[in-house]
């Protein structure tokens, strides 16, 4: 929160996760918390979903050389 807090509307923030933003309260574990950091993250926000098979699947099989 403190580093959110920090950076809100003053730099960029690049925030990746492998869990949906609707299963972060549950992580989080607090909701008032919770909405405090989404509110900071989700205004003005970028969102990029990606879909498909994993990338590390698909390049096991390339000849690491």
Known sequence: MEIMDDRYEQSATIIIS???????????????LADAIL???MHNAHRI?????????????LDPS
């Open 18 to 32: 492998q869990l949906p933003t609707e299963q972060w309260y549950e992580a989080i574990g607090d909701n008032t």
């Open 39 to 41: 509110d900071r993250l």
């Open 49 to 61: 979903n990606l879909k498909g098979e994993s990338m590390r699947k698909k390049n096991e099989f």
